[in-house]
């Protein structure tokens, strides 16, 4: 669970309990205040009872002014409350995740550097041992994308466009894994591959677009 997930749950329950406490001063301002008419409507006939009768009709104002004012406060708090849990969760869902944004993240860089090794693997300007261990790594790397699932506390369509851009990767970094060593002075091979890195980086931008990821900063940090 998320620290904005504790905090709606947190906001949610606290937001409850100032409900009922405003619903219990209320009913007990309501019954002072009846109470308050009862003994106006008393009259005394000795000094005495007169006195006595002001001070419990003072001591019942006084309550039901503080029972008042605390229906007030526990009305506001339960509203504060509320909705400040449901904009953690409306954050929560407008927003990626810790692991999904570092899952993107890593992304971008993989596809970079994919793409980077495909083109020296197809010229075979490096010796073929190297360019098959770099390109079977990095598959591997992108391949295993298929083991993530976009958080269920994302909006549906953010669920949607992370999982395609997932299962894009994933299909990616399979296929590569399966001719990995057919690349190697192979050009042809690894531009087919490399329009297909295009194609996944086309999920990838609807990413960056939903979520509004500033590409220029993840290119500063290569």
Known sequence: MTTLDWFF????????LAILFFILFLVLTIRTGTK???ISRKRAK???????????KKKLIRQ????????????VASLLLGAGAFYSAYYQAMNLTTDDSDSISKGYYL?????GELSKAGSGSESQDKMETNLRYLAN?????????ASTVNTQEGQLT?????????????????NYTQIYNNPDLAKDYQEDVKKVKEYEQKVFKLYNINEAALNQKK
């Open 64 to 75: 039901k002014k503080n029972q008042r004012t605390a229906a007030i406060i526990s009305l």
């Open 162 to 178: 992370l999982n395609r851009y997932y299962n894009a990767m994933k299909e990616l970094g399979t296929n590569v894994m399966r």
């Open 141 to 149: 790397s992108i391949a295993s994308y298929g083991t993530k699932k």
């Open 111 to 115: 596809l970079s550097d994919f793409n």
């Open 36 to 38: 308050l008419k009862t």
């Open 46 to 56: 000795t000094k005495k009872k007169k006195k006595r009768l002001r001070i419990a």
């Open 9 to 16: 749950s947190i906001g949610l329950v606290l937001a409850v």
